[in-house]
């Protein structure tokens, strides 16, 4: 069964500073590795979506890699700003009978002016 | 960008009622699912639709049911709502991509639901 963490499960920054999001899974035999963004009272947003046989995806001021082996994934947030608060979540795509997403818990980033 | 909607956003509902939760998208995606999420908690599939009159349970155990008449729409039913049935219900969408394990989800804005 996969197992999704992220650490810590809040964080909070200086506005400019740049800032690393954690996330790690148990089965490393993973389709993709997918960052979404949720604001409060929300659904998701999709940021990022990283295949298995990639290390890295970048869009804007994000980047997310991906070390399968180790079972990691990072999402790289530089420049921070105040819109960027909100609580950010890994999904792992695994197959177990179907393939379905694992989400972590998320980590609630707060940008402070 | 899909288009994916929740009605009721917010549903404050006493035990013992029946409540169907509405979720419909314009994107014509085949695939459809339903997530359970409490506060702080990670989301948990509880139903998934790969196309019409296809329905299948996810990982974490719901009395609730779904349908799946018509491509755009898939309402989640309770026939007997109680509290521990109190939560956030999200829905999502996604196409078939044309590129293996490309597919991305897209999300409702979720409905919260509070049973008394």
């Known amino acids: 069964k996969q197992e999704v963490t992220q650490i810590p499960a809040a964080l909070s920054v200086p506005e400019g500073e740049n800032l690393v999001l954690n996330c790690s899974f148990t089965?490393?035999?993973?389709?993709?590795l997918q960052w979404f963004r949720q604001d409060p009272g929300k659904g998701l947003t999709s940021l990022l979506l990283?295949?298995?046989?990639?290390r890295e995806q970048t869009s804007g001021r994000l980047n997310a890699s991906l070390d399968k082996s180790s079972g990691r994934s990072t999402l790289y947030i530089a420049a921070s700003q105040p819109g960027d608060s909100a609580t950010y979540l890994c999904?792992?795509?695994?197959?177990?009978?179907?393939?379905?997403?694992?989400f972590g818990t998320g980590t609630r980033l707060t940008i402070i002016p | 960008e899909a288009d994916i909607y929740q009605t009721p956003r917010y549903l404050v509902i006493g035990t013992g009622k029946k409540i169907t939760l509405e979720c419909s998208q314009t994107?014509?995606?085949?695939?459809m699912y339903w997530y359970q999420q409490d506060p702080g908690m990670e989301l948990h599939l509880i139903h998934y639709s790969y196309g019409v009159n296809s329905t299948e349970k996810g990982d974490l155990s719901s009395e609730s049911t779904v349908s799946r008449i018509r491509t755009e729409h898939f309402p989640l039913t309770l026939e007997s709502a109680r509290p521990s049935h109190t939560s956030q219900y999200l829905c999502?969408?996604?196409?078939?991509?044309?590129?293996?394990?490309?597919?991305?989800?897209?999300f409702g804005p979720g409905t919260r639901l509070l049973v008394l």
């Open positions: 994107m014509g995606h085949d695939k």
């Open positions: 089965d490393s035999a993973i389709y993709n």
């Open positions: 999502a969408s996604s196409e078939e991509s044309p590129w293996e394990y490309q597919e991305t989800q897209y």
């Open positions: 999904a792992a795509l695994s197959n177990f009978g179907n393939e379905k997403l694992t």
């Open positions: 990283i295949q298995s046989s990639q």
